[in-house]
């Protein structure tokens, strides 16, 4: 909530985005008495120390990597800021980087993977 997503396709901020998954790692992590640095492998470590189901940990290892792969062909075309709307070049090399149909599947798949991993977030670590 301090940090909301400044646009559809930015993922790093925002409820059930790549800082959540992030910070809940981390966190997961650190209950479980890991030493984990690389993000999957905290993930994974936190099926211990949060109590995850598999399936959750799969979600979030799905998340980040779809995450990071919108996150760098972004960076690649706009730089540090996306503005406006998305011109058919970007459109195309984000549909070919995430194997997608269409920009709106590309949109329509992160939309569904920030709710389910901000309810996981929700889920294991309420307020």
């Known amino acids: 909530e301090a940090k909301p997503a400044q646009h559809r396709l930015d993922v ?3 409820p059930g ?14 209950l479980a008495g890991g030493h984990d640095r690389a993000l999957v492998s905290q993930i994974e470590t936190s099926v211990s120390g949060l109590s995850l189901e598999p399936a959750e940990a799969e979600v979030l290892v799905a998340a980040q990597s779809l995450y990071w792969t919108v ?11 996306i503005g406006g709307e998305i011109e058919t070049g970007a459109a195309g090399l984000l549909v070919r ?8 599947a590309v949109e329509s798949r992160l939309s569904e993977l920030r709710a389910c991993v901000a309810e996981i977030v929700m889920r294991h670590l309420p307020d």
């Open 97 to 104: 980087v995430t194997g997608m149909e269409s920009l709106d």
């Open 17 to 30: 985005g790549l800082q959540d998954i992030d910070l809940f790692a981390q966190a997961g992590t650190l």
């Open 12 to 14: 790093s901020a925002g």
């Open 71 to 81: 996150r760098t062909a972004t960076r690649l075309v706009f730089g540090q800021g």
